[in-house]
């Protein structure tokens, strides 16, 4: 494949101000971000959103429905990812672990697609990991992962399925075993969050060789090995994601200024090993969107 796709993910839930003043943090700098991004390479914009007043991860439907709007305003072609992670967070509390302690944020499955189904973006987030996610676990039940995917395909919207593990890629398979989805999955392998996959070349060609065989994908790291996995995963035949939400560092020693200079890098990094990246229209057309 000489062509590939990059999404840039543009905030996250877990970086913060303190790491990187130059987080993205209320709608009006979410969008600049994207569209900068936009300009410098992206065809995709990962997004989550956050409460501007506290900074903290936020689900309410008007912050995305503002930052939507707002790319909308001066580009119709850039493809918007948003996310269902918020709401399978367990954190048992320290007395008695079956009492929800005060980080558990656990949802009803369709409290976690309201802002899907109310904007109905290109591309929506559907985690499968069930996992140990630093001092908490992440919980996703198959029934759950079944009722979110159904309602985000229900919508028009095409899932992203997210691969934390090789677990993650086991129930990949049983759900298409089921045909339950629509079209040929679109994976992304997610390297480097702890206690799941390592972000080594060696996992990343295990992680591939699991997928279902039409699956389109896209391998990333985070932290110090963001940017090394654009290249393997590129070299692999995947797509790439960098930004924000995945590291806060352009280099050794150097913080990120903006996610559109981490883009800027990882257009660099391609086209040195001789990858053009997409459009957002060609990868509009590429996945029927």
């Known amino acids: 494949m000489s062509a590939l796709f990059l999404t840039a993910a543009l905030l996250g839930n877990f970086s913060t101000r303190a790491q990187n003043a130059n987080l993205p943090v209320t709608p009006q700098e979410i969008a600049r971000d994207a569209l900068a991004s936009a300009q410098a390479g992206a065809a995709i914009v990962h997004i989550h959103v956050r409460d ?33 992670g918020n709401g399978g967070r367990y954190d048992p509390s320290a007395a008695d672990p079956a009492i929800a ?26 985690d499968l990991n069930t996992m140990v996610f630093g001092e908490e676990v992440v919980i996703n039940t198959l029934p759950s992962i ?22 993650d890629v086991a129930i990949l398979n049983t759900l298409m075993a089921e045909a339950f989805f629509k079209e040929p999955p679109l994976c992304s392998i997610v390297t480097g969050v702890r206690f799941g996959f390592v ?18 994908w896209t391998g990333f790291g ?12 590129a070299l692999l035949g ?37 990858f053009d990246l997409e459009t957002p229209r060609q990868v509009r057309t590429r996945l029927g969107l």
Request: charged letters at 25%.
């Open 238 to 274: 995947g797509n790439i994601r960098i930004g924000m939400e995945d590291a806060i560092w352009l280099s050794k020693g150097v913080k990120a200024p903006s996610n559109r200079a981490m883009v800027e890098k990882a257009a660099r990094i391609v086209d040195e090993l001789g």
């Open 52 to 84: 501007p007043a506290t900074e903290l991860p936020s689900m309410d439907t008007a912050l995305y429905r503002e930052v939507v709007d707002r790319i909308r305003d001066k580009n119709d072609d850039l493809i918007i990812n948003l996310t269902t």
């Open 222 to 233: 985070t932290g110090a090995m963001a940017f090394p996995m654009v290249a393997q995963s």
């Open 146 to 167: 079944r009722r979110m995917g159904t309602l985000i395909q229900e919508a028009g919207v095409r899932p992203e399925i997210e691969l934390f593990d090789s677990g």
């Open 101 to 126: 302690g005060p980080k558990t944020n656990l949802l009803m499955p369709d409290d976690r697609v309201q802002h899907i189904l109310a904007i109905r973006p290109d591309i929506a987030t559907l």
């Open 199 to 216: 972000p080594l070349p060696e996992t990343l060609l295990y992680a591939r060789g699991l997928l279902p065989r039409n699956a389109i």
